[in-house]
């Protein structure tokens, strides 16, 4: 997996939340966000049931980039996490410690 760059802190985030009506989780709330090493526009959305869990989502991401979290690691899951990390944390293992570590 790619490294994935830390956002720094104070990139501007912009925000929506998009009503789909007709779904079961009907509101779509988007964080945007220019990378300024790749100077790509990225974004992250997830499908929320209520206006109010859209905007607490959104909030979340807001306080976690102020602190200089990536939007998109925010949102990851752990797998995603610990495949991004795996090699820094294991750097400096003998191997024969790697080994059982990897088979945890």
Known sequence: ????????????LSEDIEHR???KLPY????????????????????????ES??????S??????RGV??????GTLAEYGNAHTTLALRGLEPKTVDPYMNG
């Open 61 to 66: 991401l807001l306080t976690s980039a102020a």
């Open 21 to 23: 009506p007709g779904r």
């Open 28 to 51: 779509k709330p988007r964080v945007c966000w220019t990378d300024p090493q790749t100077e790509r526009r990225r974004s992250v959305a997830r499908m929320h049931l209520t206006q």
């Open 1 to 12: 997996m790619a490294y994935r760059h830390q956002l720094p802190i104070a990139v501007a």
């Open 54 to 59: 859209a905007q607490e989502w959104i909030d």
């Open 70 to 75: 990536n939007p998109a690691s925010a949102t």
